[in-house]
């Protein structure tokens, strides 16, 4: 299984809602990231979590906050959002570590808009 | 400054037609590149993958090149198509243990019947 899924695939919300974005693999990779892309944009690196464990916070406001419950899942929660946090959010996966090519799957995204 | 640039921003061809994408890069120290295709809305899917000692690499119709020295590599797409119609990443990852990459603004590839 070399795919990576996301759910939901669209998702409204207003500015007071609290939801939450899933991933999930099931590659056995240890290395799991959450990228923001805006439109004709390249993908923005958010977090990474390495071995469960968040290593990079790319100063991220904490209206988002990342949860990697264990290997196969990584979830973003999201609150109180303004309209421009609009965008295509990506998952990730890679294996970890140095010693890999650290060849990153993505999944197919979900389009958030804030209203 | 890790940098990667790629050229042209945009491109339109005519089906069947060859075309060839540039990255140049500026990532140290270096540890791999990758070539993606995104079309509109979807999640980038990867295209090739080529480490420090790799030259060449093809996926189909899809070969891609690299030069370590200049730090240069190209997309060659043979015989398009219409789905070939997408954005094409070029990104760069460096040796550290968290994985981090570089990825390029992309090309807008067109093709047009």
């Known amino acids: 299984d070399t795919e990576v899924t996301q759910t939901p695939k669209h998702l409204v919300m207003g500015m007071t809602n609290k939801k939450s974005l899933k991933c999930e693999q099931h590659m056995g990779h240890r290395a799991m990231y959450w990228y923001k892309q805006k439109a004709k944009k390249p993908p923005e690196l958010m977090f990474v979590?390495?071995?469960?464990?968040?290593?990079i916070n790319e100063s991220v406001p904490s209206r988002f906050s990342p949860e990697c419950p264990n290997s196969s899942l990584l979830n973003l929660h999201l609150h109180a959002l303004q309209p421009e946090d609009s965008a295509l959010y990506l998952c990730?996966?890679?294996?970890?570590?140095?010693?890999?090519?650290?060849?990153?799957?993505f999944g197919p995204g979900t389009r958030l808009t804030v209203l | 400054k890790n940098q990667v640039e790629q050229s042209p921003q945009s491109l339109i061809i005519l089906e069947g037609k060859n075309c060839t994408l540039q990255c140049n890069y500026t990532v140290s120290p270096f540890s791999n590149l990758r070539w993606y295709k995104q079309d509109t809305g979807r999640g980038p899917v990867s295209l090739t993958i080529?480490?420090?000692?790799?030259n060449t690499k093809s996926n189909g119709r899809y070969t891609a090149t690299l030069d370590a020295d200049t730090k240069q590599s190209s997309l060659h797409i043979t015989a398009s198509q219409l789905s070939d119609s997408a954005s094409y990443i070029c990104v760069v990852s460096v040796k550290t243990n968290a994985g981090k990459s570089t990825f390029g603004d992309g090309t807008t590839l067109t093709v047009k019947p």
């Open positions: 080529m480490t420090f000692s790799e």
């Open positions: 979590y390495s071995y469960e464990k968040l290593s």
């Open positions: 990730a996966s890679s294996q970890a570590g140095t010693s890999g090519l650290n060849e990153q799957f």
